[in-house]
């Protein structure tokens, strides 16, 4: 799956959610093309390709510029807009309105998708009756915006990533030291990532900078391998190869401490280690780690 359609999924699922809640039967929504500029500067439009709870395929695929109507203004602004009546409303302009009109909308809510300080996209809530919508129908879609910005926030993250894999292998101590450091970042974040294709990728990834450090340790110790680690095994051991303490492990792969502990002895004793340094240096002779 790549990433305009897997984010397409996220819109979709944050638009559920916000239906779920009974507040607001229509839901609908959309991202910038690409990162999006930065607040202050101005994203100039986006699409809307998510629908939910629509009547009609009158608002799909529509291209909401800055500054023009509600979606407009809250791509300016960055901050969430609403309006009580969509078509007499005097604090927007009035661009799609023909679109609005047919599907029958009156109270609309718009909120933006931010991630770090760029605006993303908009998500927006709405009523085919002019009712004021107060705090508890914007608490439904902020919460509903705020875990799609982890999201992508996350993948942004993971393709930072996995492009500073596909760099050349270096023989730099220093460079080896960012590529662990990379290593134990995407392990990381694969466990926390939906998306299965996308979390593939990530320990593929992983996979294949683990055995650029050793290229062939691997084969000539196969005979020999000891029982092979858990996932979450080498996840902890990546976090302590990169420098991190267990407390930092623990914070990084949102574990409790003792489990971290638990997890590194266990990695130690299939390792045939007693020390976590031990450890650490079996695992990269087994071409486990970087």
Wanted: hydrophobic letters at 45%; one cysteine or more; proline letters at 6%.
């Amino acid at each position: 799956m790549d990433a305009q359609r897997a984010e397409a999924v996220e819109v979709r699922a944050a638009l559920l959610r916000m239906r779920r809640s009974g507040l607001l039967p229509v839901a609908f929504g959309g991202l910038v093309t690409g990162a999006g500029p930065a607040i202050g500067h101005g994203a100039r439009q986006f699409r809307i390709s998510e629908l939910a709870g629509t009547a009609t395929e009158s608002l799909r695929g529509l291209t909401i510029t800055t500054g023009n109507g509600l979606g407009g203004k809250t791509l300016a602004t960055a901050r969430p807009c609403s309006v009580t009546d969509y078509g007499v409303s005097r604090v927007i302009s009035h661009e799609y309105d023909p679109a609005v009109a047919a599907e029958g909308l009156r109270s609309v809510l718009a909120v933006p998708v931010v991630v770090r300080r760029r605006v993303r996209g908009v998500l927006y809530g709405a009523l085919r009756q002019p009712y004021a919508l107060g705090d508890r129908p914007l608490t439904v879609v902020l919460d509903a915006v705020r875990e799609l910005e982890q999201t992508l926030a996350v993948r942004d993250e993971a393709q930072r990533l996995l492009s500073f894999c596909q760099q050349p292998v270096t023989s730099d101590p220093r460079a080896w030291e960012q590529v662990r450091e990379a290593h134990s970042e995407l392990r990381a974040l694969a466990a926390r990532i939906p998306d299965p294709h996308l979390r593939q990728e990530l320990l593929t990834a992983c996979a294949r900078l683990a055995s650029a450090a050793v290229p062939g340790a691997a084969a000539e110790s196969r005979a020999a391998r000891p029982a092979p680690l858990t996932a979450r095994e080498l996840d902890v051991l990546a976090s302590v190869a990169s420098g991190a303490t267990n407390a930092a492990a623990a914070a990084r792969l949102r574990l409790r401490p003792e489990t971290v502990k638990s997890y590194l002895r266990s990695a130690m004793r299939k390792l045939g280690a007693h020390t976590r340094l031990e450890a650490v240096v079996a695992a990269r002779r087994e071409g486990l780690l970087p």
